[in-house]
T-cell receptor, first 114, second 111 residues
Framework: DAGVTQSPTHLIKTRGQQVTLRCSPKSGHDTVSWYQQALGQGPQFIFQYYEEEERQRGNFPDRFSGHQFPNYSSELNVNALLLGDSALYLC?????????????FGDGTRLSIL | LAKTTQPISMDSYEGQEVNITCSHNNIATNDYITWYQQFPSQGPRFIIQGYKTKVTNEVASLFIPADRKSSTLSLPRVSLSDTAVYYCLVGVMDSSYKLIFGSGTRLLVRP
C-alpha cells in the first residue's frame, strides 16, 4: 500500500520563475493538504483540497495556487518565485473530515531558489 | 492571534518517560489534537490523536485537560531512536479556520 508520494524530491529554481510540485495521496484518501516548512521551523498550512476544490487556506499570497484532479492527486503551483520561498514543501492526505482524521505526509519536495 | 506553543528542546536518557506539552489557546471547538514525529529530511509521522481526557496507543499517551487549551504527549521509556522533532497540530479559529502546527520540540535522547 503506497503512502503519500511527492515529486520531484529536489528542485532548484531562480527568482521570478514558476514551479509545479506534485502529490499522489495515500490509497483510499480523498483530501490533500499542502504545507511549507522553512529550515528549522514547523510546517505552515498553505491550503487543502477536497472534491477538486480549495476548501481551506492559510496565510499565503495568491502566488500559491493548487489543483486537485479526479484521481485525488494534487499539484501546488508557485509563481514569481522569491528567495523566501526556499523551503521543504510537504503534501499530506486524509479522509475529508477537517482535522479529525490523521494526515499522512509525504517526505516533501526541497525547493531551493537562487 | 492564534498561537501554538511548545518548548524548543528537551533532553532525556534512554528508558526515561518524556512529557512534551503544547499550548493551543484558540483551538476550534470540534477539532482534535494531533501529534507528529519528524526526522531530518522526512515528512512528519503520525503518533497519536485525541479530543479530550486521555488517549493511549502502542507508542504514546496523550493527555488533554477539560479546557482543551493544552495537551501533553507522553513517551514511555524512550530510546535513542526517539531522537526527533515533535509537533502538535490543531485547528484554530482566528479570523477564519486554520490548521496550525506548533513550533516543534527537539528531543535528544542520550545513552
Amino acid at each position: 500500500d503506497a503512502g503519500v508520494t511527492q515529486s520531484p524530491t529536489h528542485l532548484i529554481k531562480t527568482r521570478g520563475q514558476q514551479v509545479t510540485l506534485r502529490c499522489s495521496p495515500k490509497s483510499g484518501h480523498d483530501t490533500v493538504s499542502w504545507y511549507q516548512q522553512a529550515l528549522g521551523q514547523g510546517p505552515q498550512f498553505i491550503f487543502q483540497y477536497y472534491e477538486e476544490e480549495e476548501r481551506q487556506r492559510g496565510n499565503f499570497p495568491d502566488r500559491f495556487s493548487g489543483h486537485q484532479f479526479p484521481n485525488y492527486s494534487s499539484e501546488l503551483n508557485v509563481n514569481a518565485l522569491l528567495l523566501g520561498d526556499s523551503a521543504l514543501y510537504l503534501c499530506a492526505s486524509s479522509h475529508y473530515q477537517g482535522n479529525n482524521q490523521p494526515q499522512h505526509f509525504g517526505d516533501g519536495t526541497r525547493l531551493s531558489i537562487l | 492571534l492564534a498561537k501554538t506553543t511548545q518548548p524548543i528542546s528537551m533532553d532525556s536518557y534512554e528508558g526515561q518517560e518524556v512529557n512534551i506539552t503544547c499550548s493551543h489557546n484558540n483551538i476550534a471547538t470540534n477539532d482534535y489534537i494531533t501529534w507528529y514525529q519528524q526526522f531530518p529530511s522526512q515528512g512528519p509521522r503520525f503518533i497519536i490523536q485525541g479530543y479530550k481526557t486521555k488517549v493511549t496507543n502502542e507508542v504514546a499517551s496523550l493527555f488533554i485537560p477539560a479546557d482543551r487549551k493544552s495537551s501533553t504527549l507522553s513517551l514511555p521509556r524512550v530510546s535513542l531512536s526517539d531522537t526527533a522533532v515533535y509537533y502538535c497540530l490543531v485547528g484554530v479559529m482566528d479570523s477564519s479556520y486554520k490548521l496550525i502546527f506548533g513550533s516543534g520540540t527537539r528531543l535528544l535522547v542520550r545513552p
